[in-house]
């Protein structure tokens, strides 16, 4: 059974000091992993897709990595308009495109 | 802007009354899907649909159904709510074969149950 284990359940930061969200995931063949941010009441905002690792991708404050077994993302110099919760989700080979996601990271990020 | 849109955002309904969620998409999506995501929990799938094909997860309780009438719109019927199934809903959609694996989410519709 695919399983993503997503840690710390929640982070307090101070605006400029950076951090690192862990994704660590098992899955039977892996197609895709992916990053989201969800702010409260609202639905899961795409961030980013790592298909193999070893694989980088960025976008302003975030830097998403991957390796066999776990996922990183990292913040650098966050600001408080990045508080929101990150899910990360695998994508198995094989069959549809469904997602089977962490329970996520809340960021909490004080001026 | 292509989107997918969810109605109503807050739905409140009593115990054991019929409900209906509705998911409408402008990205002309073959493929839409419905998650459960209770507070501080992993969103959960419970069904999706390829085009006019259903696929239930297993664990997804009988009283859950859906139906998609067209491309464009899916509704999330819920039989007999209980407490238990108070919950945010959320409807996503994919297009499989175009390369692009990502599942596009609307707003959501949370669900409360009295």
């Known amino acids: 059974e695919d399983q993503v284990t997503q840690s710390p359940e929640a982070l307090r930061l101070q605006e400029g000091e950076s951090s690192s969200l862990n994704c660590s995931y098992t899955?039977?063949?892996?197609?895709?992993l992916f990053w989201y941010r969800q702010d409260p009441g609202k639905g899961p905002e795409f961030l980013f897709t790592?298909?193999?690792a070893g694989e980088e991708k960025e976008k302003e404050r975030l830097k998403a990595t991957l390796t066999k077994k776990e996922s990183f993302l990292h913040i650098t110099a966050p600001k408080p308009e990045d508080s929101a919760t990150y899910l990360c989700?695998?994508?198995?080979?094989?069959?549809?495109?469904?997602?089977?996601f962490g329970k996520g990271t809340k960021l909490t990020v004080n001026p | 802007d292509a989107m997918v849109i969810q109605n109503p955002r807050y739905q409140v309904t009593q115990f054991g009354k019929p409900v209906t969620l509705s998911c409408s998409q402008t990205l002309n999506h073959n493929v839409m899907y419905w998650y459960q995501q209770k507070s501080s929990q992993a969103p959960k799938l419970l069904f999706h649909?390829?085009?006019?094909?259903?696929?239930n997860e297993a664990d997804t309780p009988d009283n859950f159904q859906s139906r998609r009438p067209n491309t464009s719109f899916c509704f999330l019927d819920i039989r007999s709510p209980g407490l238990g199934d108070a919950a945010m809903y959320l409807c996503?959609?994919?297009?499989?074969?175009?390369?692009?694996?990502?599942?596009?989410f609307g707003s959501g519709t949370q669900l409360s149950v009295l």
């Open positions: 996503a959609t994919s297009s499989r074969g175009a390369g692009d694996e990502k599942l596009f």
């Open positions: 989700a695998v994508q198995a080979k094989g069959g549809s495109e469904k997602l089977v």
């Open positions: 790592l298909y193999s």
């Open positions: 899955v039977s063949g892996l197609r895709g």
């Open positions: 649909y390829y085009d006019k094909d259903f696929n």
